[in-house]
């Protein structure tokens, strides 16, 4: 497609189990970020890929958030024992990685999970 | 912690005024994006700023970037209502490094027909 697609846009989630969102970048872009939006806020960086690498997991929260982009295109963000703070919008970006660029990103719609 | 703080946090305005949104930081930014968000979409890239003190227009939209590089400004002028939205900044410490994108906290804008 022409732009980021993020799957699903909702989802609703029990406290404890396990969820997977899905995002498929722009085509022919080799950085993927994640981002968690908190209501009202501005996107908090979660993790960084160029390719399949896994460059920058910084933003992690905890070992019960998991990110893979295993070949170098779709990625998956797992959340594990989801937890009520786990609650947000997660992001998915996309760019083109270049030494002269300055790094625009293209934001997917999101995928809003609540967690009862 | 937001590295970069917005203000106003909300602001909500009659429609044709001019209205001024800051972000700010202690720290040196190599470069500054400014985003506009709408509910249930993602972010979109308005502008990039990169020399301290440049200033770029888009429309009735102005930006400015700190000669220090540590603050922005986005000036609007004669809003209208479809320029309600999420206005977010974001500040890069890399050349080329997306990675280290920080995003302030956001200032919710509604501009009242």
């Known amino acids: 497609g022409a732009g980021v697609s993020q799957s699903p846009r909702y989802k609703v989630a029990k406290r404890g189990q396990d969820v997977a969102l899905r995002c498929d970048p722009i085509?022919?872009?080799?950085?993927l970020f994640w981002y968690q939006q908190a209501l009202g806020q501005g996107p908090e960086f979660l993790t960084y890929?160029?390719?399949?690498?896994?460059?920058?997991k910084s933003g992690l929260p905890s070992d019960r958030f998991f990110a893979e982009r295993p070949e170098g295109s779709v990625s998956t963000l797992k959340i594990q024992r989801t937890q009520q703070e786990d609650s947000a919008v997660y992001l998915c970006?996309?760019?083109?990685?270049?030494?002269?660029?300055?790094?625009?990103?293209?934001f997917g719609e999101g995928s809003r999970l609540t967690v009862l | 912690t937001q590295l970069l703080e917005q203000s106003p946090q909300f602001l909500s305005i009659q429609e044709g005024e001019n209205l001024t949104v800051y972000c700010n930081s202690s720290?040196?930014?190599?470069?500054l994006q400014w985003y506009r968000q709408e509910p249930g979409e993602g972010p979109v890239l308005l502008v990039t700023?990169?020399?301290?003190?440049e200033v770029k227009k888009l429309k009735r939209l102005t930006f400015q970037f700190g000669d220090a590089r540590k603050d922005s400004s986005l000036h609007i002028t004669a809003a209208q209502p479809g320029d309600t939205g999420l206005y977010l900044c974001a500040g890069s410490r890399g050349w080329g490094s997306a990675r280290q994108l920080t995003f302030g906290s956001g200032t919710q804008l509604t501009v009242l027909p």
């Open positions: 085509s022919g872009h080799v950085s």
């Open positions: 890929f160029q390719n399949e690498a896994q460059l920058d």
């Open positions: 970006a996309s760019s083109l990685s270049s030494g002269t660029n300055t790094g625009e990103l293209f």
């Open positions: 700023v990169v020399t301290g003190g």
């Open positions: 720290s040196v930014f190599s470069s």
